[in-house]
Every structure is written in C-alpha cells, then in structure tokens.
C-alpha cells in the first residue's frame, strides 16, 4: 500500500504515472479524499517555493501542475458526491492573460460537490466571454480567479463590463492568490475567498 508522502513525490517530481496509479489505491482504501488532495497540495507549495528561489524552472512547474491535475481529476467524482439536481449555475474561469488553472479547477470542483452547476470558461477568458456565458446559461454568480498580480485589473475589468451591461443581478466572486479583500471592495466585486471551501461558503451567502 502507497504512502500520501509517495504521492507528495510524484507530484514534485511530476511522476504522472504514477499519480494515475496510486490515487485510485487512496481512493479505493477510504483515504479521506481532503487527505489526498493535501498530499498534492504539499507538492504544488514546495514547487512554488522553490520556483521563486529560481531552484526549478517553468517546464518542471508545469510537469508537476500536470500531475496535480491527473491527480484531481481522479478526485473529482469523490469531491462531487451530491446526486440533487443543482439550481444555481455559477459560470467561473481565470481572468484574461492568466493561464494558471490548479486553483480555479479546485474551486469549481467544489462548487459542483456543494450543487452548483458549474460552467468552466478555462484559463485566459475575456470579460466579454464572462459575460456572454453569464447571459446564455442564467448565471447567479462568476467566479474569477487570478495568480498574477499583473492580470488583477482583467478582474476589475470585468466587474465594470457586467455593470455597464445592467448584469448587476449576477454576483462577481473574486479569488487567487494575489487577491485580498480589500482588492474586492475597490474593484466592487461582491465576494472574496481565500480558498476552495469558502468559495462555497462565498457563494452561498452571495446568492442567499
Ligand atoms: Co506561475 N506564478 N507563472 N505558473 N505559478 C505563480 C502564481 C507565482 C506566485 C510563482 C512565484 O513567483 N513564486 C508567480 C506570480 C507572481 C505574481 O504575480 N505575484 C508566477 C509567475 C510569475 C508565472 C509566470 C509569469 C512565469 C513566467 O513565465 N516567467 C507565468 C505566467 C503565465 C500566465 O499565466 N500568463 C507562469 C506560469 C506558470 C505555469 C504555466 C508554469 C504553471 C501553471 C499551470 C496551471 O495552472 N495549469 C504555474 C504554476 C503552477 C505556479 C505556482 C507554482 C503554483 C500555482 C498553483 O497551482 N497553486 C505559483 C506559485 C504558488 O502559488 N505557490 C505560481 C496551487 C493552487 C491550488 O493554489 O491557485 O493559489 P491557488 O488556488 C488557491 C487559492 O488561491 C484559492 O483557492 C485555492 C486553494 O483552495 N483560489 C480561489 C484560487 N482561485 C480562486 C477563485 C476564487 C476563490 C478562491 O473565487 C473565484
């Protein structure tokens, strides 16, 4: 029987192959799926870490965000358990020129276990592509997520595009990294969350 200190491994190490191989072992031996997810979560801060002291490069943080996502996509049926069918439908992507999607893909993730529909836009989406999916499905809420501080004001863009639009009924949750509340209250986006639970807890609230 693997170890979660394996599974920490392969992620660092971008072992695709074998998150593949011993996620469904976790899974299958009722390893708490919060559990697994820490295991990989370890995995991406140490990556982090070691990025900004310029010890790895780009290609290796992608190979390990690679595996990350082998590894959550395999979580996801566990994450999302809830068999009722889901009334409110949030529409969430990370902003314009940001391509960073580990966060956003938790995020959804659970929204779609706490029943939400979930409308997943991608990485890299315009405020104009929010709006238009926002329209076209009856969204409650969009969720934003950003990494880069450079990519912040495609979020206070956004929020500015559903004013002008009238779209003030759609609630804007923001969230990332970089993001504060205070950067929420200045953009005049309606909620913030520092994490993946909140989000929920955020959107509850935001909607109720
Ligand atoms: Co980049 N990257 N990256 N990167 N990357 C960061 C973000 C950085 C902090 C690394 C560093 O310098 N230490 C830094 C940003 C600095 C800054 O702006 N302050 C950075 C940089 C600079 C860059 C590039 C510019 C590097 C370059 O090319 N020179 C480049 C930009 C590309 C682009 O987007 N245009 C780049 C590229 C990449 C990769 C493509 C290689 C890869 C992304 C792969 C992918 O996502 N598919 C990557 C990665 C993996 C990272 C780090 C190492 C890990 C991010 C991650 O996935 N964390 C990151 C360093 C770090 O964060 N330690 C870094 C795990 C994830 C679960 O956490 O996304 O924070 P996170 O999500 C959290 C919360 O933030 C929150 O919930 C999650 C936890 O529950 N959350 C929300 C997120 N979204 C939310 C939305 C919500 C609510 C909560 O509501 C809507």
Redesign the pocket.
């Known amino acids: 029987m693997a170890e979660l200190t394996e599974l920490t491994e392969a992620v660092l190490s971008g072992k695709r192959k074998i998150v593949k191989d011993i996620v469904p072992e976790f899974i299958d031996t009722n390893v708490a799926p919060e559990k697994i997810l820490d295991a990989m979560?370890v995995a991406?801060?140490e990556?982090?870490?070691?990025?900004?002291k310029n010890e790895i490069f780009?290609?290796e943080?992608?190979i390990?965000?690679?595996a990350?996502?082998t590894g959550m996509e395999l979580l996801e049926p566990i994450l999302v358990s809830s068999g009722l069918k889901p009334e409110h439908k949030v529409v969430?992507g990370?902003v314009k020129?940001?391509?960073?999607?580990?966060?956003?893909?938790?995020?959804g993730m659970?929204l779609k276990g706490a029943n939400f529909e979930v409308v997943d836009l991608g990485?890299?989406v315009t405020p104009e592509a929010f709006l238009e999916k926002a329209k076209e499905v009856g969204a409650s809420a969009?969720?934003?997520?950003?990494?880069?501080?450079?990519?912040m004001p495609a979020m206070s863009e956004t929020v500015r595009v559903f004013k002008e639009a009238g779209l003030d009924n759609v609630k804007v949750?923001?969230?990332?990294?970089?993001?504060t509340q205070a950067f929420c209250d200045e953009i005049g986006a309606d909620?913030?969350?520092?994490?993946?639970?909140?989000?929920v807890d955020?959107?509850k609230e935001l909607i109720a």
Do not use: E, Q, W
Not at 97 to 107: F, P, Q
Not at 142 to 151: C, H
Not at 191 to 199: L, R, S
């Open positions: 979560l991406m801060n990556i982090g870490a070691k990025f900004k780009v290609p943080v992608l390990a965000a690679r990350m996502n969430i990370t020129g940001d391509l960073h999607d580990i966060g956003k893909n938790l995020v659970m990485s890299d969009i969720a934003l997520s950003a990494l880069l501080t450079t990519t949750m923001v969230g990332g990294a970089p993001v909620g913030y969350a520092p994490d993946a639970a909140t989000a955020c959107i």
